[in-house]
């Protein structure tokens, strides 16, 4: 067979596959393994957990189970509501400014947990039920906080940019500076949308108690003391403290990686035993046991997604379909917006983790042969792969809503979450023609 037969045939079988409802993993796996058996020498087939074991032996890759260790101390703790209580009570003078809160609550809640699930939930259950109590509409509040936990997998220390440091040999502290820029437009964006949308459910609230109507909460003026402002922040400032010193041990070139990971859980878990009094076997049991499942599923993945690149390079599939592409001699930004718009199908379907290891070998070296920055291109990747998290069919970030706030239906979380994808679309845009956004910070302390 031609390496083209052979493609598409690895191609289909993946797609029939991961449709069958296969775990993705398993899945992926499954495919590698059974073309290793057509296509490859027999004795490949004993080097499988050789290689797996390999790949899973990076010293970048050991950084995932300690960020997520850090994450899952955090999002357990009640850290996430006292954030967001506190920014509420600082910016409730600020028009919209209980939606301006919930954006910014995610966005730190996000930097420090560096996960989305875990920032819907932390800041959802909380911050969703009081919008409601306030007036915002179900799908405004829903929508606010699926958009905003996105950003768990673009503020540093983001996973995905782990793994796409790894896909692609790109610095990892590099690609967690370059997506501080992309991060704070997306929560400029985010938060002007709050406050425009709450200007107009305001306006409509307004015109039906004028016209005799009931009143609604969102008309209620609501005030706090500087005494109230400074009471809610003893419990936020110790993991505000706990953010800062992970970001100057990091890129002050104080420690690794993976020792800033260590040290990052280690500090979460010290601070909720001492701020929240968890340190029984009680409170730290699914702590851990929510660490290890998540840990064990997500580095499953990573290590059959990269015995399934293996295969590809193998068979030259991937050499192949780079070579085609450039040999269509595509504009440069004609060639970008086919990968993106590809990164985005893809999104119908898939998590971040696997598109980006299953694409990697494929669009990077055109990309690169293009003259892309590729730190550039993982941070706008991103960002792409954020809309997947908050449209259907598989938003992940939706379904978690779903699960928190289950008296929202699924029509009203979407209709809610379609604006933000509008905007992250805006901020793709935005990012390709000032590409400065992401770079300005990592060249600025890496001096290039």
């Given at each position: 067979?031609?390496?083209?037969?052979?493609?598409?045939?690895?191609?289909?079988?993946?797609?029939?596959?991961?449709?069958?409802?296969?775990?993705?993993?398993?899945?992926?796996?499954?495919?590698?393994?059974?073309?290793?058996?057509?296509?490859?020498?027999?004795?490949?087939?004993?080097?499988?957990?050789?290689?797996?074991?390999?790949?899973?032996?990076?010293?970048?890759?050991?950084?995932?189970?300690?960020?997520?260790?850090?994450?899952?101390?955090?999002?357990?703790?009640?850290?996430?509501?006292?954030?967001?209580?506190?920014?509420?009570?600082?910016?409730?003078?600020?028009?919209?400014?209980?939606?301006?809160?919930?954006?910014l609550a995610c966005g730190l809640f996000a930097a420090m947990a560096g996960s989305s699930p875990a920032t819907c939930s932390a800041i959802g259950s909380s911050g969703i039920p009081e919008m409601r109590r306030r007036g915002y509409s179900p799908g405004f509040a829903a929508g606010l906080v699926a958009a905003g936990g996105t950003l768990g997998i673009l503020l540093p220390p983001s996973i995905v940019l782990i793994l796409y440091a790894v896909a692609s040999e790109q610095s990892l502290g590099r690609l967690f500076l370059a997506g501080l820029g992309p991060g704070v437009l997306l929560l400029a964006l985010f938060a002007a949308f709050a406050v425009f949308q709450w200007k107009r459910e305001y306006s409509a609230a307004t015109a039906v108690a004028a016209g005799g109507g009931e009143r609604s909460e969102i008309l209620r003026a609501e005030t706090f003391t500087m005494r109230d402002r400074m009471d809610a922040l003893p419990r936020v400032l110790p993991f505000l403290i706990l953010l800062t010193g992970v970001?100057?041990?990091?890129?002050?070139?104080?420690?690794?990686?993976?020792?800033?990971?260590?040290?990052?859980?280690?500090?979460?878990?010290?601070?909720?035993?001492?701020?929240?009094?968890?340190?029984r076997l009680a409170d730290l049991k699914p702590i851990f046991a929510g660490t290890l499942g998540e840990a064990g599923m997500l580095l499953m993945i990573i290590g059959m997604s990269l015995l399934y690149s293996y295969v590809m390079s193998f068979l030259h599939i991937s050499q192949g379909a780079a070579q085609w592409i450039v040999a269509l001699h595509l504009s440069k930004y004609l060639l970008l917006t086919a990968v993106l718009f590809l990164v985005v199908v893809l999104g119908f379907f898939l998590p971040p983790v696997s598109i980006i290891l299953m694409t990697a070998p494929i669009v990077l070296p055109p990309l690169r042969a293009a003259g892309f920055d590729l730190v550039w291109f993982g941070v706008v990747m991103a960002v792409v792969m954020e809309m997947g998290l908050i449209h259907p069919p598989v938003g992940l970030n939706i379904f978690v809503i779903n699960r928190i706030a289950p008296d929202i239906g699924l029509g009203p979380i979407i209709w809610g979450t379609l604006p933000f994808v509008a905007l992250m679309a805006v901020g793709v845009v935005i990012l390709c023609f000032v590409p400065g956004i992401a770079l300005w910070l990592p060249n600025l302390v890496y001096n290039r």
């Amino acid at each position: 067979m031609s390496v083209l037969q052979i493609g598409l045939a690895y191609g289909g079988a993946t797609l029939l596959a991961l449709f069958s409802g296969i775990p993705i993993a398993f899945a992926l796996g499954g495919v590698a393994t059974l073309f290793m058996m057509l296509f490859m020498p027999h004795a490949s087939l004993d080097t499988i957990a050789q290689n797996v074991y390999e790949e899973l032996s990076s010293i970048t890759l050991l950084t995932i189970p300690l960020f997520i260790l850090k994450g899952a101390a955090i999002g357990k703790s009640r850290a996430g509501k006292d954030l967001y209580d506190a920014l509420h009570t600082w910016m409730n003078r600020v028009p919209g400014g209980l939606g301006v809160a919930v954006v910014l609550a995610c966005g730190l809640f996000a930097a420090m947990a560096g996960s989305s699930p875990a920032t819907c939930s932390a800041i959802g259950s909380s911050g969703i039920p009081e919008m409601r109590r306030r007036g915002y509409s179900p799908g405004f509040a829903a929508g606010l906080v699926a958009a905003g936990g996105t950003l768990g997998i673009l503020l540093p220390p983001s996973i995905v940019l782990i793994l796409y440091a790894v896909a692609s040999e790109q610095s990892l502290g590099r690609l967690f500076l370059a997506g501080l820029g992309p991060g704070v437009l997306l929560l400029a964006l985010f938060a002007a949308f709050a406050v425009f949308q709450w200007k107009r459910e305001y306006s409509a609230a307004t015109a039906v108690a004028a016209g005799g109507g009931e009143r609604s909460e969102i008309l209620r003026a609501e005030t706090f003391t500087m005494r109230d402002r400074m009471d809610a922040l003893p419990r936020v400032l110790p993991f505000l403290i706990l953010l800062t010193g992970v970001m100057v041990a990091l890129y002050g070139g104080f420690a690794t990686p993976s020792e800033t990971a260590g040290l990052g859980a280690v500090l979460a878990m010290v601070l909720i035993a001492i701020v929240y009094g968890a340190w029984r076997l009680a409170d730290l049991k699914p702590i851990f046991a929510g660490t290890l499942g998540e840990a064990g599923m997500l580095l499953m993945i990573i290590g059959m997604s990269l015995l399934y690149s293996y295969v590809m390079s193998f068979l030259h599939i991937s050499q192949g379909a780079a070579q085609w592409i450039v040999a269509l001699h595509l504009s440069k930004y004609l060639l970008l917006t086919a990968v993106l718009f590809l990164v985005v199908v893809l999104g119908f379907f898939l998590p971040p983790v696997s598109i980006i290891l299953m694409t990697a070998p494929i669009v990077l070296p055109p990309l690169r042969a293009a003259g892309f920055d590729l730190v550039w291109f993982g941070v706008v990747m991103a960002v792409v792969m954020e809309m997947g998290l908050i449209h259907p069919p598989v938003g992940l970030n939706i379904f978690v809503i779903n699960r928190i706030a289950p008296d929202i239906g699924l029509g009203p979380i979407i209709w809610g979450t379609l604006p933000f994808v509008a905007l992250m679309a805006v901020g793709v845009v935005i990012l390709c023609f000032v590409p400065g956004i992401a770079l300005w910070l990592p060249n600025l302390v890496y001096n290039r």
